[in-house]
């Protein structure tokens, strides 16, 4: 039997990567001139700057796997340093410049995570371990 906390963990992941999607539409109004300036791809970004905290919790409190921990701890850490390179951008610019590279990177992790998840729920007994 799949616990709650499973399916739990499985929603909040597909949410973050959904915010991550906007998060990059929000970045092309801020890009293409439809906002006037960056601010609410930077609020965004902030808040997803603390999902995975919660993500790792719920994964914890599901018993989703050492493996599936390591996945979201280090979403966890990526998405740490995110932020902070695009604080970079007048003092290092090289730095900043890997703030979307590090975007595709976040983005790759969440799916794999949701993916993994996704699994777990659907095929609990194959996954335990």
């Known amino acids: ?22 998060q990059v539409f929000l970045a092309g109004i801020g890009l293409f001139g439809a906002a006037k300036d960056f601010e609410p791809h930077a609020g965004l970004g902030w808040i997803l700057h603390l999902v995975p905290v919660l993500l790792l919790i719920v994964a914890a409190v599901a018993r989703v796997g050492s493996s599936l921990l390591r996945w979201t701890a280090a ?7 995110q932020p902070i390179l695009a604080t ?13 590279v590090l975007a595709l990177v976040i983005f790759w992790l969440a799916l794999t995570i949701g993916l993994k998840a996704w699994r777990l729920v659907r095929e609990p007994a194959q996954m335990a371990a």
């Open 88 to 100: 970079l951008r007048n003092d290092a610019p090289v730095a900043a410049a890997f703030h979307p």
């Open 1 to 22: 039997m799949v616990s709650g906390a499973r399916y739990v963990f499985v929603a909040f992941v597909w949410i973050y990567v959904a915010a991550i999607l906007f």
């Open 75 to 81: 979403l966890l850490v990526v998405q740490f340093v």
